[in-house]
Structure formats: structure tokens, C-alpha cells
């Protein structure tokens, strides 16, 4: 079982910066992958961005060259570097964690993003 505590949302003006981190504790197995997901009213949720202990990255491409994905392993814990950021990127944020070759079985809480 794995618990995830995000942290890092908020307000912000557009054009500005947040990162969000996220730190899991419980069977490092279940955190092979870790990533972002949102969703913002009245819209399907979004897979953000993932990255795998071997370093593979994946990207939404509403984020590509604004997004930043990276992970301290030795902390158990991913970030989402976000710049440039957009009215449309205004979402509750989720931190995911998965096995290798698995579905992402493990959701934070949810951190709240606004762009206005």
C-alpha cells in the first residue's frame, strides 16, 4: 500500500510558476511510475505527466515545453515544475504511483491550481 502527500498548489497570476511536489511512503515496488494527473470542471481528466525509476518521461502535449517532471528517489518523492502557466492549466492536480507495466493503482488527495 502506498500513501501519497502532495504539496505546492495555489494562485498564481498567468504567465507565473508553481511546482508541485509529492512524496509516497509505503511499498517503493508500487512506485516504479509516478505522475500527474488534473481535472478541472466539466472536462475529462488529463494525464499531466509520468516518469518511470528508469527515467522515461511522458508528457501531455498542452505541456510539453512548459512542464517539468522529475523525482528524487532516494526521497520517494516526484515534482511537477510548472512555467508559463495558463487560465486552461487551472485544475485539481493528482499525484499517481503505479507498478512497472501496471495501472496506476495509487491517487494523492488532490492539489488545487488556479491561473487567472
Known amino acids: 500500500h502506498v500513501q501519497l502527500v502532495e504539496s505546492g498548489g495555489g494562485s498564481v497570476q498567468t504567465g507565473g510558476s508553481l511546482r508541485l511536489a509529492c512524496t509516497a511512503s509505503?511499498?517503493?515496488?508500487?512506485?516504479?511510475?509516478m505522475g500527474w494527473f488534473r481535472q478541472s470542471p466539466g472536462k475529462k481528466r488529463e494525464e499531466v505527466a509520468t516518469?518511470?525509476?528508469?527515467?522515461?518521461?511522458t508528457y501531455a502535449d498542452s505541456v510539453k515545453g512548459r512542464f517539468t517532471i522529475s523525482r528524487d528517489n532516494a526521497a520517494n518523492t516526484v515534482y511537477l515544475q510548472m512555467n508559463s502557466l495558463r487560465p486552461e492549466d487551472t485544475a485539481v492536480y493528482y499525484c499517481?504511483?503505479?507498478?512497472?507495466?501496471?495501472?496506476?493503482?495509487?491517487w494523492g488527495q488532490g492539489t488545487q491550481v488556479t491561473v487567472s
Open positions: 509505503g511499498n517503493s515496488y508500487d512506485t516504479y511510475c
Open positions: 499517481v504511483t503505479s507498478a512497472a507495466l501496471a495501472d496506476f493503482a495509487y
Open positions: 516518469l518511470d525509476n528508469d527515467g522515461s518521461t
